[in-house]
């Protein structure tokens, strides 16, 4: 669902009259938001299961368009087998791909795992790197990826992760234009104060599994919605 109006256009009313349609400005709506989430989850954690570094990151890849329940349903058997980037560089192809096929994109993921998982091994002396650049380097890493990893693994915030559940309340609320993740990424750390960075993601896949699913229903008096009523009518469909 696109915005009534241009970001262009929005950027401009704001600077002029601090104003976003509802009498916040994106910032305050945003504040209100983070202190509801922080109540309702006040010591919101990654939900996927790792033991150490590259499961974590293989984790992160995994997750890509799939619940982290799927992943955590296949990760429990998977670390079993594989629990260093040398025992993911060094899987078969075919066994491997076999192994993920629970869950979407498995021959993708599988491909891209290997990979990723050889090139720590070559060029990063078997560790998983520690900045953005160096991670969406490594094959199936992107923003998202790269950033979950970051904060989870180094407690590095450097940017906001945007899966589904972040999309869409960030087009629920009003607080982007675009259905582009990294783009959306940008805009709400436009917004959110860098202090604040680590908990959008997990606060608001947490929510969006336990309060508000992606599925329109009514949820006029949901926490956040309650902040914003114009978010009970706007459901976004997924792209």
């Avoid at 241009?6 to 305050?28: E, I, V, W």
């Avoid at 309060?211 to 114009?230: E, F, G, S």
């Amino acid at each position: 669902m696109k915005s009534t109006t241009t970001r262009k256009a929005r950027s401009a009313s704001k600077t002029a009259h601090g104003k976003s349609g509802d009498g916040y400005t994106s910032p305050q709506r945003l504040k209100k938001i983070f202190a509801a989430l922080d109540h309702l989850f006040p010591r919101a954690e990654c939900a996927l299961h790792d033991k150490n570094p590259s499961q974590l990151l293989v984790a992160t890849i995994l997750s890509a368009q799939c619940t982290d329940k799927a992943v955590n349903r296949l990760t429990d058997s998977l670390w079993k087998k594989y629990k260093t980037p040398k025992d993911f560089a060094k899987a078969s192809p075919a066994t491997f791909t076999k192994e993920l096929s629970s869950i979407p994109f498995f021959r993708n993921k599988a491909k891209a795992i290997i990979g990723a998982a050889q090139k720590i091994e070559s060029e990063f002396g078997g560790r998983v790197p520690k900045t953005e650049a160096e991670l969406v380097s490594l094959p199936g890493v992107g923003y998202k990826t790269a950033h979950v990893v970051l904060g989870e693994l180094f407690d590095i915030w450097e940017g906001i992760a945007t899966d589904t559940h972040v999309k869409r309340f960030a087009l629920r609320f009003d607080l982007t234009d675009t259905t582009d993740p990294t783009k959306i990424s940008k805009d709400l750390e436009a917004l959110v104060p860098k202090k604040d960075w680590k908990y959008v993601n997990n606060g608001l896949v947490l929510y969006g599994r336990y309060v508000c699913p992606a599925r329109p229903h009514d949820c006029a008096l949901h926490p956040l919605t309650k902040l914003w009523p114009p978010a009970a009518l706007r459901w976004p469909k997924a792209k």
